[in-house]
């Protein structure tokens, strides 16, 4: 089992490439504990999205946002959004995540970073960081980090 954050990732087999696990927050009233995984392909388990301890629900429709972020240079390991991938009866490779996000003011965090739970979180995934301006999409390539 590997946990990363994010909200939509990509799946490669033998060279086909598929959703296989997305979060649509389309409805939400943004303060939610966490939130269910709407898409899940075959072989891969439903997840659901929570925060860490170091942020706060907030009201924000069709999102899941969140308030608190630390605005330290240093990354907070509390300030987190983590969502589980669980194979089942498979394994899988992960080529690249696709992240959307929105910083809504100059409160929120304006970077992220990727990690995975393989070495305890300890190390990144994606090793560069991405400024968060207003709505932003991001596709990751992971180098092939299999489950």
Do not use: C, W, Y
Not at 30 to 46: D, H, K, M, Y
Not at 76 to 94: C, G, R
Not at 119 to 130: H, K, L
């Amino acid at each position: 089992m590997k946990k990363a954050l994010l909200f939509a990732l990509l799946l490669s087999s033998n060279f086909i490439f598929a959703q296989f696990l997305t979060f649509d927050f389309a409805g939400a009233a943004g303060n939610e504990a966490s939130l269910a995984s709407n898409t899940n392909a075959v072989g891969v388990a439903p997840s659901t999205i929570t925060r860490g301890a170091g942020i706060s629900p907030q009201v924000n429709a069709n999102s899941f946002n969140s308030t608190g972020f630390t605005t330290a240079a240093t990354i907070d390991l509390t300030d987190f959004l983590e969502f589980t991938i669980t194979p089942v009866n498979s394994t899988i490779t992960i080529n690249s995540i696709t992240v959307t996000s929105e910083r809504n003011n100059n409160n929120g965090p304006t970077m992220f970073v990727i990690r995975a739970s393989q070495d305890g979180f300890a190390t990144f995934v994606q090793t560069n960081t991405v400024q968060i301006t207003q709505l932003h999409q991001l596709q990751v390539p992971l180098h092939l980090i299999p489950l």
